[in-house]
Structure formats: C-alpha cells, structure tokens
C-alpha cells in the first residue's frame, strides 16, 4: 500500500478569517455554544492519542491504528510472517468513517483541527447541531468516496475532505446570500487550498474534490429547502441519504480497486 494523507492545509491559508463580521451577523440564526464541532475536535483528538499509543509518530502518523482503520479499497499488511488482505472490498466498510478521524502527524491533525473549529462553529450556529452534523458526516462520506473513484489502493486518512466540504458550504451560504466570498476570504480560502491540492505529492486528490462536491451540493439543497420555507427535517433526510448513498457507492467503487472508476 502506498500511504497518501487526504492532507492538510497551509498555515498561511488558515490565517485567512473565512467569515467576516458581517457575515456572522448576516448567518446567526442558531445561538448557543457550538458543542458538536468542539465533540468532533475532540474525538479527532483521542484518535491522534490512539495512533501514537498504537505505535504512530508525532511527525507522520502510522501506527497499527491507521493500518486497521486507515482507508483503502485494498492493500495487504505482513503479520508475522503472513500477508493479510485489508481494505473496504474485505467488508472493512467501516473505513470509510473512521480514516477522516486519523492523521498524518501533529501538524496535519493540528491545521485541520484549527480549521474545522474556524468553520465549524460559524456553519453550526447557522444550521443546528443535528443539519449541522449531517452537512459534516455527508461532506466525509463524499471526500471517502472521491478516494475510492481515484486512489483506492493509497491508504489514506485525514478530517480534510470533511474541511473542504465545510469551506465549499460557506462559500455556497455566502453567495445565495449575497455575501461575497472573495470579501469574506472563503473563496480566497478555497483556491489556495485547491493549488495547495494538486501542487503537493502524496495528497488525496479524491478526498479533497469528494468533499468540496458533496457540500457545496449539500448546501445548495439546503439553501433551496430554507428558500421554499420547506420543514427544516427534510433538509436532515436529503443530507442523511445523500450520506447514506456515498457510503453506499464508497463500498461499490472500493471493490473495483483493481480497475478504478477514474482513475
């Protein structure tokens, strides 16, 4: 297997505020404190503890934790003296979900971290706790399957599919609300994390366009859901089975790892 974080983000592009306060003014509709983006960094925390309890580094990740729980569609890993077929087409569909909790080192789990608590807690108080986590768990399963269509013999892992589809349904929210993105610094945000993308080896490709697609998509449809003055739970169905279908087709593509879809 050859290993390819689904990456991590510049500091210098982290720097950049991507909702000013005339943003937040105009997206506030949820008071409270922002709990589940402060579960999700910590969850994201404990698995960082996992990988180096499990034998990983604080320089570049590794460990036991991220071979069994790392995606891959398939790859094989040495037990004593055996070699042992990993991967989604094993029925390790689980992989899908749990390598966006795992990283490449303290600086990838760091940025990330940073990033999603920047993004996170603007996007939860804008939609509720429980959209708010639908938006995040579909925008990973998309960053999962974009793994999958591309690279899936790469072991892989990383919150960053999860980030760019944070940062893909700001710039969607800000612009249907005639808020600009360039202003704002989302758009500058995004483009320099897209060079950042293809300029860098050993970066996910797939997860990365996966999880801008899947919310921008699912902002889009939510967007249009508010828009109509539709019930607000069928914004929660449309991003559950939007979830549900990319873990569905993570699953089908991650068993053509001998052929991949795009790739």
Not at 2 to 22: L, W, Y
Not at 76 to 93: F, H, K, N, P
Request: proline share 2%; with cysteine; charged share 15%.
């Amino acid at each position: 297997m050859r290993n390819a974080s689904v990456g991590f983000h510049c500091p210098s592009c982290a720097s950049v505020s991507p909702i000013d306060k005339r943003t937040q003014r105009k997206l506030r509709s949820f008071t409270g404190d922002p709990i589940t983006t402060r579960a999700l960094i910590a969850l994201n925390a404990l698995a960082f503890i996992w990988i180096l309890i499990s034998g990983g580094s604080v320089s570049s990740g590794g460990g036991s934790s991220t071979l069994d729980y790392g995606l891959v569609g398939f790859g094989r890993i040495r037990e004593a003296s055996q070699l042992i077929d990993v991967g989604v087409a094993e029925g390790e569909w689980w992989r899908l979900i749990t390598s966006a909790f795992l990283h490449a080192g303290l600086l990838h789990f760091a940025v990330n971290m940073y990033l999603l608590w920047v993004l996170g807690q603007q996007l939860e108080r804008l939609h509720g706790r429980s959209r708010y986590l639908g938006l995040y768990f579909g925008s990973l399963a998309a960053g999962s399957l974009g793994v999958m269509l591309l690279d899936p013999t790469a072991l892989t892992v990383g919150a960053s599919g999860a980030v760019f589809g944070l940062m893909s349904a700001t710039f969607i929210h800000q612009k249907r609300r005639g808020i600009s993105p360039w202003r704002s610094g989302i758009g500058g945000l995004l483009i320099l994390n897209l060079i950042f993308t293809f300029g860098r080896s050993g970066i996910s490709i797939g997860g990365h366009l996966g999880g801008l697609l899947g919310g921008a998509c699912l902002a889009w449809a939510i967007e249009e859901i508010d828009r109509k003055r539709l019930n607000r739970n069928l914004g929660l169905a449309v991003i559950t089975t939007f979830t549900l279908l990319c873990l569905v087709a993570g699953i089908w593509a991650g068993n053509r790892w001998y052929d991949p879809v795009l790739g």
